[in-house]
Structure formats: C-alpha cells, structure tokens
T-cell receptor, first 111, second 116 residues
Framework: GQQLNQSPQSMFIQEGEDVSMNCTSS?????WLWYKQDPGEGPVLLIA?????ELTSNGRLTAQFGTTRKDSFLNISASIPSDVGIYFCAGPRTGANNLFFGTGTRLTVIP | DGGITQSPKYLFRKEGQNVTLSCEQNLNHDAMYWYRQDPGQGLRLIYYSQIVNDFQKGDIAEGYSVSREKKESFPLTVTSAQKNPTAFYLC???????????????FGPGTRLTVL
C-alpha cells in the first residue's frame, strides 16, 4: 500500500535557524500538501503543490514537488518560536477522494 | 464565522461505554472525514463521507460507526468494540473535488478522548 515517510521525525533548532524536512512516498503522487499542527489543535494547510518540479512559497515557508513525483520538501527560513508544531505531508490516495498523511516532523524552536 | 466545530474538547468515558463525538461544519462542504491521531503515528483515516447518506470505511474503521443524515453533521461513535479508544480525534471537511486538483481538507480543533 501507499506509504509516506517523513524525516526527520523531530528537530530541535535555535531561533533564527533555517529548517529543512522532507517526505518520500512508495508511489507516485500528483499532488502534495503540507500541513502544520499546533499543539492540541487541528492541522492547517500551509502549501499545496500540483505539478512536478513546482516550487511554492508562503512567507518564510517554501515547498517543492520533487521531479520524481515521489518526494516533496519543506523549508522554513529564519525560524521563530511560533513555528513550533508538527508538520505533516499528505497526498491523495489512489482512486479515492481522501488524503494519506505522513507520520509528521515535530519541530521545537529554542529561543 | 465559517468553520468546523468539534465538541467537547475533552471527553472521559468508562471502559465498555459507547461515546459519540460531534462534528459540525457550516462551510457547505460535501465531504467530511474522521481521523484518529496517536503519538508518532500521524493521522489515520477512520471513516469518510462524500455526500449525505453515504459513507465509506477508512483504514481503521473497526470499533467505530458514523452517520451522515445532514450535510453539516458527521458524528462518530466510538463503540465498546474499539480496543484502544484513547486518542485525539480530528474531523475534517472539503469541498467538491475539482477536476485536476485536490481540494484541501479543513480540520476542526479535535476531541481528546480518554477511556478510563
């Protein structure tokens, strides 16, 4: 079945540092979504990618749709304390109108 | 304001009791979803519904039941058959899928269920 692996599982960084995380799939996706979940809340969509090679930014966040269509990357520049949370990648399931979520990357920003 | 509401935020139940989690949306979305979240395991799909009066099992439907009698509401019942019901439960909704795009899912704030 489809699997989405995210790495790293967790990160501890100093405020102001840049962050990189990635998501790899066992199968090809035609859409990649990146969500952020604040502690105790529901996930919120950060960036959606619809085309292989696409690079999209949302403020300090930049995400890329890998050219193999089996991976995606999320970068956060100049991290701040409110970046703390869990970042999930997600992609549509084959033949179904719902999403498959990765296991998440937990980010901690040290002031 | 438009959005998804889940109530209550925290719920405690004794083992062996059924419990129903509420999910309401006023976004006029056709599709609704229920996920379960455990530490380190991401979001796992329990049930989803594309239209009123229709729903499908997700990856971990055993021990759960749902209904979709109204477009705005998609309640989840955690039955006594669910072996490990303690978890964080998230409801989501999305608009009708457009050709060539996947519409984002909007999530509610979640309900943390603890079974004692």
């Amino acid at each position: 079945g489809q699997q989405l692996n995210q790495s790293p599982q967790s990160m501890f960084i100093q405020e102001g540092e840049d962050v990189s995380m990635n998501c790899t799939s066992s199968s090809i996706f035609n859409t990649w979504l990146w969500y952020k979940q604040d502690p105790g809340e529901g996930p919120v969509l950060l960036i959606a990618l619809y085309k292989a090679g696409e690079l999209t930014s949302n403020g300090r966040l930049t995400a890329q749709f890998g050219t193999t269509r089996k991976d995606s990357f999320l970068n956060i520049s100049a991290s701040i304390p409110s970046d703390v949370g869990i970042y999930f990648c997600a992609g549509p399931r084959t033949g179904a109108n719902n999403l498959f979520f990765g296991t998440g990357t937990r980010l901690t920003v040290i002031p | 304001d438009g959005g998804i509401t889940q109530s209550p935020k925290y719920l405690f139940r004794k083992e062996g009791q059924n419990v129903t989690l509420s999910c309401e949306q006023n976004l006029n979305h056709d599709a609704m979803y229920w996920y379960r979240q455990d530490p380190g395991q991401g979001l796992r799909l329990i049930y989803y519904s594309q239209i009123v009066n229709d729903f499908q099992k997700g990856d971990i439907a055993e021990g759960y039941s749902v209904s979709r009698e109204k477009k705005e509401s998609f309640p989840l019942t955690v039955t006594s058959a669910q072996k490990n019901p303690t978890a964080f439960y998230l409801c989501a909704s999305s608009p009708t899928r457009l050709a060539g795009y996947y519409n984002e899912q909007f999530f509610g704030p979640g309900t943390r269920l603890t079974v004692l």
